[in-house]
Every structure is written in structure tokens, then in C-alpha cells.
């Protein structure tokens, strides 16, 4: 059975840097993208990026493009998103989720169970 | 980048209603739109992708139509656990961007 398993929680202070985990299991890690989506509390759905796990090529949001960094390790299946210059207004969960490569067509059609980021001083 | 416009934000709804969400792209996606449920405290959960192709386990009672700017989400028969928050999501091009979403609340 196809699993996305973030790491847990995280309080930071604000200027301080994120780095959160997705570990795959139960498909073949390389024919699958894998994408960031942030949700602020209360508000709704918010692409980051995605990286291809065969090769590591990535694809940032202009928002977040100075800021973020998507790197993968193939020998555990994990991809890792980290966030720099942590500001109050990136408290949100972080999730990660899968497309297929062969096609967007399919959508997100696995999801990670989100990972609360909270930056306070 | 694509824009996505959902609508309405928000609607109330007896149980057994017929609910209609409709998102607009500001172009042509073709068939690239997907639809998530999404709950409080979980992750979205996918229920259409290309537009209206039901996801595996997904009620029959849900389904999706449109193709090129407009779509629509349908719940002919709105059941208890349908109670939440649903998305589109354009996945034509990078940004994948997503409606702003339509939290559908009991009457």
C-alpha cells in the first residue's frame, strides 16, 4: 500500500530554516514527481514545488524560489523540502503529495498527513 | 500563471441536496483539473482527476465534468461525510495552482 510518511512537527523562530521529510513506501520511488503544498491555518491550498526523484530535478514557485530547496535520497525514498528565512506568516502544514511521471492527468493521488510548521519568537 | 476561480466559497446544504461547484481556469487546461475533499486536520484527498475520472473508492454519487476553462463538481445526493472543503486544481502547467476553495456546511 502506497504511503507518503512525514517527519513530525516543528516550532522555529523566526529567521531560522525548516527542513521537512516525506519518506515513500509501496511504489517504485522514481515514477513518481513529488510536490510541496503549504496550508496556512484557515486558508486554503498553496503550491510550493515539486522534484523528480529520478535525477532530482526541481520546479519552484516564483514565491518561494529564494527560499526553498528540494532534495531527494533514492537509497531511503525520501524527499526532503527545506525552508529558509523563516517568517511568522510561513506557520503553516506542510504537505507533501505524488503525480504520476507518465502524467499530470492523474492529480495528487497520494498525500503525506502534513507536517505543522510553527514560527514564533 | 493559470488562475483558478472556485465557486461559490462557501454554500449550506441539507443532506440528500444536490450540490454544484464550478471552477474556472483563466486558459485553456484541456482536461488537467483535478477535485480534492479535504477535512478538518487531514490532507486533501482526491476524488476526480482529468476532469471526470472518478478516483478509485471515490461514492458514485460524485462526479465531474468541463474540459478547456470551466468545470463543475457535482454531489447529487449530499450525504453526511460529504460535509467539508473541496478544491480544484489546474495541472496543465507549473505553478499547479488550486481554487481558493468551497466549504460546504450542513443547513
Known amino acids: 500500500q502506497v504511503h507518503l510518511l512525514q517527519s513530525g512537527a516543528e516550532v522555529k523562530k523566526p529567521g531560522a530554516s525548516v527542513k521537512v521529510s516525506c519518506q515513500a513506501s509501496?511504489?517504485?520511488?522514481?515514477?513518481?514527481?513529488v510536490h510541496w503544498v503549504r496550508q496556512a491555518p484557515g486558508q486554503g491550498l498553496e503550491w510550493m514545488g515539486m522534484i523528480n526523484p529520478n535525477g532530482g530535478s526541481t520546479n519552484y514557485a516564483q514565491k518561494f524560489q529564494d527560499r526553498v530547496t528540494m532534495t531527494r535520497d533514492t537509497s531511503t525514498s525520501t524527499v526532503y523540502m527545506e525552508l529558509s528565512s523563516l517568517r511568522p506568516e510561513d506557520t503553516a502544514v506542510f504537505y507533501c503529495?505524488?503525480?504520476?511521471?507518465?502524467?499530470?492527468?492523474?492529480?495528487?493521488?497520494?498525500w503525506g498527513q502534513g507536517t505543522l510548521v510553527t514560527v514564533s519568537s | 500563471d493559470i488562475q483558478m476561480t472556485q465557486s461559490p466559497s462557501s454554500l449550506s446544504a441539507s443532506i440528500g441536496d444536490r450540490v454544484t461547484i464550478t471552477c474556472r481556469a483563466t486558459?485553456?487546461?484541456?482536461?488537467?483539473l483535478s477535485w480534492y475533499q479535504q477535512k478538518p486536520g487531514k490532507a486533501p484527498n482526491l476524488l476526480i482527476y482529468a476532469a471526470s475520472s472518478v478516483q478509485s473508492g471515490v461514492p458514485s454519487r460524485i462526479s465531474g465534468s468541463g474540459s478547456g476553462t470551466d468545470f463543475t463538481l457535482t454531489i447529487s445526493s449530499l450525504q453526511p461525510e460529504d460535509f467539508a472543503t473541496y478544491y480544484c486544481q489546474q495541472t496543465y502547467s507549473a505553478p499547479l495552482t488550486f481554487g481558493g476553495g468551497t466549504e460546504v456546511e450542513i443547513k
Open positions: 503529495a505524488r503525480i504520476s511521471r507518465s502524467s499530470s492527468w492523474f492529480g495528487f493521488d497520494f
Open positions: 486558459q485553456n487546461i484541456t482536461r488537467f
Open positions: 509501496g511504489y517504485t520511488f522514481i515514477k513518481y514527481y
